[in-house]
């Protein structure tokens, strides 16, 4: 069965630092490529980064600097290390495959994270 | 590129045709995905590459493009299509979504 599933999100103070997990089933993680989409409470979905399967990475510019994103091919597992969170860093974080055309064919289920000020 | 949605609501009877359209702000080709997201639910891709549907995705929902407008269309609405329906664009970095638009059952 393919699938993605987020961990690590929770309650952190702004300035904070947090790290998601996201654990990939059902396909290799080193030769595909990944994102990270948020959607803040009640709002629409936000593209936060975009890990390609050659190493590149790109982010948002509202993370930029703040966020990083790397992956475990041996583990078959993507992370997000979020630094100095903001309050309107809150949202669910969402990693996704980004498949052919890049769309996002397939979703995790979501971790939320509140950053509180 | 910004993508802008309309309507950003719409309330329609069952089996009624559904469109929503969806304009970019510069030409992105095709690269232009639907996601259909009901509550509680993480987002589904229903089509890419502006006409392409996925598999599974029953055949009522149909993507178009007319220049920089791109059109879902829902050819006779289903109690079950209530949801929150998003634009997505994956020509140019940042990627970017519409803000969505919420289909209702009257």
């Known amino acids: 069965e393919v699938y993605l599933m987020e961990s690590g999100g929770g309650l952190i103070q702004a300035g904070g630092s947090l790290r998601l997990s996201c654990a990939t089933s059902?396909?290799?993680?080193?030769?595909?490529?990944f994102s990270w989409v948020r959607q803040a409470p009640g709002k629409g979905l936000e593209w936060v980064a975009i890990d390609y399967d050659d190493g590149n990475r790109f982010y948002a510019d509202s993370v930029k600097g703040r966020f990083t994103v790397s992956r475990d091919n041996s583990k078959n597992t993507l992370f997000v290390q979020m630094n100095n969170l903001r309050a309107d860093d809150t949202a669910v974080y969402y990693c996704?495959?980004?498949?052919?055309?890049?769309?996002?064919?397939?979703w995790g289920q979501g971790t939320m994270v509140t950053v509180s000020s | 590129i910004v993508l802008t949605q309309s309507p950003e609501f719409q309330s329609v009877t069952p089996k009624e045709k559904v469109t929503i359209t969806c304009r970019a702000s510069q030409s992105i080709g095709n690269a232009l995905q639907w996601y259909q997201q009901k509550p509680g639910q993480s987002p589904k891709l229903l089509i890419k590459?502006?006409?392409q549907s996925m598999s599974g995705v029953p055949s009522r929902f149909t993507g178009s493009r007319s220049g920089t407008d791109f059109t879902l269309t829902i050819s006779g609405l289903e109690p079950e299509d209530a949801a929150l329906y998003y634009c997505?664009?994956?020509?140019?970095?940042?990627?970017?979504f519409g803000q969505g638009t919420k289909v209702e059952i009257k």
């Open positions: 059902g396909f290799g993680s080193s030769n595909n490529h």
């Open positions: 996704v495959t980004a498949g052919g055309q890049y769309a996002f064919d397939i």
């Open positions: 590459y502006a006409f």
């Open positions: 997505h664009q994956t020509a140019y970095l940042p990627w970017t």
